[in-house]
């Protein structure tokens, strides 16, 4: 394998499931690469926020001159934005010597795409003299192959109903398995306002040091900025995150909670606080592009998601119609997604996505359909994010919004092609 693709594609080819929970082969391979970390690691998981406290732990480190490396998955358009070193995306000649390094190591463990790839970025991560690695988990907690690392904090974001099939049917299932990458001793910041019990008691029984939203550390705020104390600590006077939307004070929140925990090893100032708060970016995250008609794209994917993104549509004020782009997987509970967007979508857009996983336009359609109480709008089925949006860029006006979200491949199909080209007919 010469080149990054020819990799993913080997990596694709390896193992008979898509997704095996476990950590029994990656730590096998990981033992054989001899994979340290030495320095602070942060990893994070919970259903939905864990990107937004990824880039902005990641933000505020880099303002106060430390060296960081970030891992999340899965990407929006190349594979290569799975990882940044001190801010900037990894290339894919630096990728290549790791990929190189896990085939070496595996022998015959036969390993999945996400295993696979996971472990060589970390190897690049352990390589890249780092003062800290922020590692978001893929699916879950306790068995996901970012797990494999031990933690120096733990962060879990807010909780809610997704991939049930894998995690459990309910929310004290689901937080039993994120609360797998706490460990006895450290640091474990739950920043869900509400968390489920399992989580609460995992963390007493195992011995980690439990911050609660509320109890251990809270926020308040007006208008003009905010403000947030902690055990020992207080910022006061700070702007509002750059990273749109309500729910992200309580992200930011989890991540002043954590750099507090370890401001012995990685202190940070007020300053590159508010520096880094004020500078943070995040591709997909109810991203507002410029032109004429508005154009949002978001990943919510599913209900917890989907309600904030609809509070955040619902705050930014009147728009004459409302067009949406639309594309998910299978398995995702879609009947409370569509009635909590749909009294503000005035038009649907549903797309193919490229990957079987993929529940078809048609089949979205269908379901819309079958939505009680439903608004009776127009809908139509499109066989790409980039056709969909076209359709709905052609039948849009300037005042009106277009609204793309749904999975990762709805938001990166449109970011292919340079969004901002597509949308801005109307400006002269």
């Given at each position: 394998?010469?080149?990054?693709?020819?990799?993913?594609?080997?990596?694709?080819?390896?193992?008979?499931?898509?997704?095996?929970?476990?950590?029994?082969?990656?730590?096998?391979?990981?033992?054989?690469?001899?994979?340290?970390?030495?320095?602070?690691?942060?990893?994070?998981?919970?259903?939905?926020?864990?990107?937004?406290?990824?880039?902005?732990?990641?933000?505020?480190?880099?303002?106060?001159?430390?060296?960081?490396?970030?891992?999340?998955?899965?990407?929006?358009?190349?594979?290569?934005?799975?990882?940044?070193?001190?801010?900037?995306?990894?290339?894919?000649?630096?990728?290549?010597?790791?990929?190189?390094?896990?085939?070496?190591?595996?022998?015959?463990?036969?390993?999945?795409?996400?295993?696979?790839?996971?472990?060589?970025?970390?190897?690049?991560?352990?390589?890249?003299?780092?003062?800290?690695?922020?590692?978001?988990?893929?699916?879950?907690?306790?068995?996901?192959?970012?797990?494999?690392?031990?933690?120096?904090?733990?962060?879990?974001?807010?909780?809610?109903?997704?991939?049930?099939?894998?995690?459990?049917?309910?929310?004290?299932?689901?937080?039993?398995?994120?609360?797998?990458?706490?460990?006895?001793?450290?640091?474990?910041?739950?920043?869900?306002?509400?968390?489920?019990?399992?989580?609460?008691?995992?963390?007493?029984?195992?011995?980690?040091?439990?911050?609660?939203?509320?109890?251990?550390?809270?926020?308040?705020?007006?208008?003009?900025?905010?403000?947030?104390?902690?055990?020992?600590?207080?910022?006061?006077?700070?702007?509002?995150?750059?990273?749109?939307?309500?729910?992200?004070?309580?992200?930011?929140?989890?991540?002043?909670?954590?750099?507090?925990?370890?401001?012995?090893?990685?202190?940070?100032?007020?300053?590159?606080?508010?520096?880094?708060?004020?500078?943070?970016?995040?591709?997909?995250?109810?991203?507002?592009?410029?032109?004429?008609?508005?154009?949002?794209?978001?990943?919510?994917?599913?209900?917890?998601?989907?309600?904030?993104l609809t509070a955040n549509l619902d705050a930014m004020g009147f728009y004459p119609t409302t067009h949406a782009v639309f594309?998910?997987?299978?398995?995702?509970?879609?009947?409370?997604?569509?009635?909590?967007?749909?009294?503000?979508?005035?038009?649907?857009?549903?797309?193919?996505?490229?990957?079987?996983?993929?529940?078809?336009?048609?089949?979205?359609?269908?379901?819309?359909?079958?939505?009680?109480?439903?608004?009776?709008?127009?809908?139509?089925?499109?066989?790409?994010?980039?056709?969909?949006?076209?359709?709905?860029?052609?039948?849009?006006?300037?005042?009106?919004?277009?609204?793309?979200?749904?999975?990762?491949?709805?938001?990166?199909?449109?970011?292919?092609?340079?969004?901002?080209?597509?949308?801005?007919?109307?400006?002269?």
């Open positions: 394998m010469k080149t990054l693709e020819e990799w993913l594609a080997h990596c694709e080819r390896l193992h008979p499931k898509t997704i095996d929970m476990g950590l029994e082969r990656v730590r096998a391979v990981l033992e054989r690469m001899n994979l340290r970390f030495d320095c602070p690691v942060i990893t994070v998981a919970g259903t939905n926020g864990k990107g937004s406290t990824c880039a902005m732990t990641e933000a505020i480190c880099l303002q106060a001159g430390w060296r960081t490396g970030v891992y999340t998955s899965p990407h929006l358009v190349h594979f290569e934005e799975r990882c940044r070193i001190a801010g900037e995306i990894v290339k894919e000649a630096d990728l290549l010597p790791h990929f190189e390094r896990v085939e070496a190591a595996r022998q015959d463990t036969s390993l999945t795409y996400f295993e696979f790839t996971t472990l060589a970025i970390l190897g690049l991560m352990a390589a890249s003299n780092l003062d800290v690695a922020i590692l978001e988990v893929g699916l879950g907690g306790r068995l996901d192959a970012v797990n494999a690392i031990d933690t120096d904090c733990a962060i879990i974001t807010s909780i809610d109903l997704d991939h049930t099939e894998l995690l459990g049917p309910d929310r004290e299932s689901i937080g039993r398995e994120k609360a797998g990458i706490l460990r006895a001793g450290k640091p474990a910041i739950v920043s869900d306002p509400i968390p489920p019990h399992s989580v609460l008691q995992y963390a007493d029984a195992l011995g980690a040091d439990l911050w609660l939203l509320g109890r251990d550390y809270n926020f308040s705020g007006d208008k003009q900025q905010w403000a947030w104390a902690g055990r020992g600590r207080r910022y006061a006077g700070l702007a509002y995150p750059a990273l749109r939307g309500a729910n992200q004070l309580i992200n930011a929140s989890g991540v002043l909670a954590a750099l507090q925990t370890l401001r012995q090893r990685i202190p940070v100032t007020a300053q590159a606080v508010r520096n880094g708060l004020a500078m943070v970016e995040l591709p997909g995250r109810f991203q507002i592009v410029p032109g004429q008609p508005t154009l949002v794209l978001d990943v919510a994917h599913n209900p917890h998601s989907v309600a904030a594309g998910a997987m299978a398995d995702k509970d879609l009947a409370p997604m569509f009635a909590k967007i749909g009294p503000l979508v005035d038009r649907w857009y549903f797309t193919d996505l490229p990957t079987p996983r993929a529940a078809s336009a048609k089949d979205l359609q269908a379901r819309w359909q079958a939505t009680p109480g439903r608004r009776e709008v127009p809908s139509s089925t499109h066989a790409s994010p980039q056709a969909a949006l076209q359709a709905a860029v052609e039948l849009a006006d300037p005042a009106d919004r277009i609204l793309v979200f749904g999975s990762f491949f709805t938001v990166g199909g449109v970011l292919q092609q340079g969004v901002p080209r597509l949308a801005a007919k109307h400006l002269g």
